[in-house]
């Protein structure tokens, strides 16, 4: 399934799928892809590959986002690997590169919070020397729970991912996310999900596979006047059979 001769989708979408290898950028390049979304959990494997992949990307005409290892950043082993992956990505000229804040845990305290708020400030700073934006993906998180992290400085934006909207609650919080926040959304991951009381549950499933009405989440994010960057989590062959059934739905 080839789908490089159709990349008319919605004007203001643009997809893409995780890769940490030439191998992942061929692929996404070759089968029509947007972008590659940089997983910099794996920064030593990108490190020993990273001139071809630029050059693999130059080619096919693929742009980068980035998503920073999987650490918190109150922990100072976490955050100063988190800082090393941010600085590294630079090569890449990612647009965002997404972190996990951790807004929501119960062994969250306010001045957690702050320290928290306070090191994704910095790294707001540092992203923001090469052009790209630090977008805090929601986990556990409503909307409101964004608030204060948004407001403590204009270059943080969002990575809304659909599949976690549909965890702890009975609804899915992803218009919540567009409809409190439209203009910092920066950022989407995308899979499916069957719900759960815990984070845990959480099975990134292909779409399609779960019970998530995708209809009203992209029509909503059609409608956002900014670009909007989409990343299939999940196997890149299951990533290009997602955007084929978005596709066929009229939804992409």
């Not at 964004?146 to 009975?170: F, N, S, Y």
């Not at 567009?178 to 999900?193: K, L, M």
């Amino acid at each position: 399934m080839v789908l490089q001769d159709n990349k008319t989708h919605q004007s203001n979408f643009r997809f893409g799928g995780q890769s940490a290898s030439l191998e992942g950028i061929n692929f996404l390049a070759g089968h029509g892809f947007d972008f590659a979304d940089l997983n910099l959990n794996e920064l030593d494997k990108i490190r020993r590959e990273e001139s071809d992949m630029l050059e693999a990307a130059a080619r096919g005409g693929i742009f980068f986002v980035a998503h920073a290892p999987d650490l918190r950043v109150d922990d100072p082993e976490g955050l100063a690997r988190i800082e090393e992956a941010v600085r590294y990505s630079a090569r890449f000229r990612p647009k965002t590169i997404t972190i996990h804040p951790i807004l929501v845990s119960p062994s969250n305290t306010p001045e957690k919070i702050r320290v928290k708020i306070r090191e994704i400030v910095k790294l707001a700073g540092l992203a923001a020397e090469f052009g790209a934006k630090i977008a805090c993906e929601n986990t556990a998180e409503v909307a409101a729970d964004m608030a204060d992290v948004l407001a403590a400085d204009p270059r943080i934006v969002l990575t809304l991912d659909i599949g976690h909207g549909e965890l702890l609650g009975e609804k899915n919080k992803s218009l919540g996310f567009i409809n409190t926040w439209p203009d910092r959304i920066g950022h989407v991951h995308i899979h499916d999900n069957v719900g759960g009381n815990t984070y845990y549950e959480d099975l990134h499933l292909p779409l399609g596979e779960g019970r998530i009405d995708f209809k009203p989440i992209m029509e909503a994010l059609a409608l956002l006047p900014q670009e909007v960057t989409i990343t299939f989590e999940m196997p890149r062959h299951k990533a290009l059979e997602g955007l084929k059934w978005l596709r066929e739905r009229e939804l992409a």
